[in-house]
């Protein structure tokens, strides 16, 4: 689980974010040498800003983040004491978002 509450400001913007989230991860190293991890995450951010600058105002509003990768590798051991590791490694992560106008005032 995480949870995070950051906050921005400056004379003419100020923001918060506070964000829950909860992720899995799943490991595997097999006798041969080979392994594989697997990491998966939801991120619920609730955003209120306020943009005096551009005449938006205050906004609330929801968005969420979605990350999932894994890794597979294999370990070569080349003395007792030395190792070598060769991986790949696929990451992928998106962000919801919103897009405000000055005009319309969404």
């Given at each position: 689980?995480?949870?995070?509450?950051?906050?921005?400001g400056s004379?003419?913007?100020?923001?918060?974010?506070?964000?829950?989230?909860?992720?899995?991860?799943?490991?595997?190293?097999?006798?041969?040498?080979?392994?594989?991890?697997?990491?998966?995450?939801?991120?619920?951010?609730?955003?209120?800003?306020t943009a005096?600058?551009?005449?938006?105002?205050?906004?609330?509003?929801?968005?969420?983040?979605?990350?999932?990768?894994?890794?597979?590798?294999?370990?070569?051991?080349?003395?007792?004491?030395?190792?070598?590791?060769?991986?790949?490694?696929?990451?992928?992560?998106?962000?919801?978002?919103?897009?405000?106008?000055?005009?319309?005032?969404?």
């Amino acid at each position: 689980m995480t949870y995070t509450d950051s906050h921005a400001g400056s004379d003419a913007f100020s923001g918060e974010t506070k964000s829950v989230g909860a992720g899995i991860y799943a490991s595997a190293m097999f006798e041969s040498g080979a392994y594989i991890d697997l990491i998966g995450k939801f991120v619920h951010h609730d955003n209120e800003y306020t943009a005096t600058f551009a005449g938006l105002g205050t906004r609330d509003y929801s968005s969420h983040s979605r990350y999932a990768g894994a890794e597979v590798g294999y370990r070569y051991h080349v003395t007792d004491d030395t190792r070598i590791e060769p991986q790949a490694e696929l990451v992928y992560g998106a962000v919801s978002g919103k897009q405000f106008s000055g005009k319309t005032g969404e």
